[in-house]
């Protein structure tokens, strides 16, 4: 059982470097979720989405853009990255007939930006 | 929009002792609550979850959540812990209802649990 898969789980950029970080998961779950981790800050809640094809701001969008072309996958983009998105980053879903379901997250991608 | 307080950044409990992770919230309407773990190199795992009903939830292995309206917690809690229960905790509360639907959770900034022999 995969669950939610991230690649990669390691990156080091330069500064205005661009990169994409992808989210696969195979429970057929409609709502996928990009979230930072920082210390002391918690999860912050980046993009959003519903479904295939649509995508939303979450509280911290600035810098970071998305896409769901498939519903299985969900990509996180940095298109000029900055020293102050080096961070843990983790994709969750889950089903979209659940209110209260719980999140499935992945293990998560380091990125560093020098 | 709603919110969760952890207070302690560390909690350190020997083996075999009971363990609370403490957690405050503060809501507009009814509460939904949610305890998630994380170990180290790992992604948030699901423990339990409070909706309604019993105020005392039970999740996975051994833990435990007491709700308290009149206080407004949602404690973690386990009778006897285990070294292997070290890692970080994390409450929630479902927040807003999110454009197109689903609903947004916010984090607590998590405790750290280290449980010694």
């Known amino acids: 059982n995969a669950g939610v898969t991230q690649t990669p789980k390691f990156r080091v950029l330069k500064t205005g470097q661009s990169m994409t970080l992808l989210c696969a998961q195979d429970m057929n779950h409609e709502y996928m979720y990009w979230y930072r981790q920082d210390p002391g800050m918690g999860l912050r809640l980046i993009h959003y989405s519903v479904g295939e094809g649509t995508t939303a701001k979450g509280e911290v969008p600035d810098g970071y853009n998305v896409s769901r072309l498939k519903k299985q996958n969900f990509l996180l983009g940095l298109e000029s990255a900055a020293p102050s998105q080096t961070s843990v980053y983790f994709c969750a879903s889950r089903e979209r007939d659940r209110v209260t379901g719980e999140l499935f997250f992945g293990e998560g991608s380091r990125l560093t930006v020098l | ?117």
């Not at chain 2, 900034?109 to 010694?116: A, N, R, S």
């Open chain 2, 1 to 117: 929009a709603q919110s969760v307080a952890q207070p302690e950044d560390q909690v350190n409990v020997a083996e075999g002792n009971p363990l609370t992770v403490k957690c405050t919230y503060s809501v507009s309407g009814n509460p939904y609550l949610f305890w998630y773990v994380q170990y180290p190199n790992r992604g948030l795992q699901f423990l339990l979850k409070y909706i309604t009903g019993d105020n005392l939830v039970k999740g996975s292995y051994g833990f435990e959540a007491e709700f308290n309206k009149s206080q407004t917690s949602f404690h973690l809690k386990k009778p006897s812990a285990l070294v292997s229960d070290s890692a970080l905790y994390f409450c929630a509360v479902r927040d807003q209802i999110l454009t197109g639907g689903g609903n947004k959770l916010t984090f607590g900034t998590g405790t750290q649990l280290k449980v010694e022999l």
